[in-house]
Every structure is written in C-alpha cells, then in structure tokens.
C-alpha cells in the first residue's frame, strides 16, 4: 500500500504541469482558464487524498492493536 503515500505527489506535479501550461498561454495571449481549472482540481485532489490516505492509515492501526 505504499503507492498510495504516492499518488498524492503526483497530482501536485500535475498541478505544476497544468500551472506551467497557464502561464505560457497567458505569454501566447492564449486563454488560460481551462489550465488554471486543472491546477485547482489537481491541487485539491492533492490534499483530498492525502487526508483520505491519513483517515485510512490511521483507522488500520486501530484495528491492528
């Protein structure tokens, strides 16, 4: 179970992908909204999931003992 420590990380690289993305439509004079919009979903997930991982981590171990 120790990717799920894992997956978080990945959508706060994604977030910066995304935020990366954003900012050089904005240089093109493209619109950004839609790369922006992935960047707060990424970062939400980001927390999201690291709080379900600790919940689950944590309702285990009281299990276990």
């Known amino acids: 179970m120790k990717y799920f420590k894992i997956i978080p990380y990945l959508f706060l690289i994604l ?17 950004p909204l839609i790369s922006f919009l992935f960047t707060g979903v990424a970062i939400f997930m980001f927390f999201f999931r690291r709080r379900n991982y600790r919940k689950f981590d944590n309702n285990n171990g009281t299990k276990d003992n």
């Open 15 to 31: 977030a910066g992908l995304f935020l990366y993305d954003a900012i050089e439509k904005t240089r093109e004079g493209e619109d």
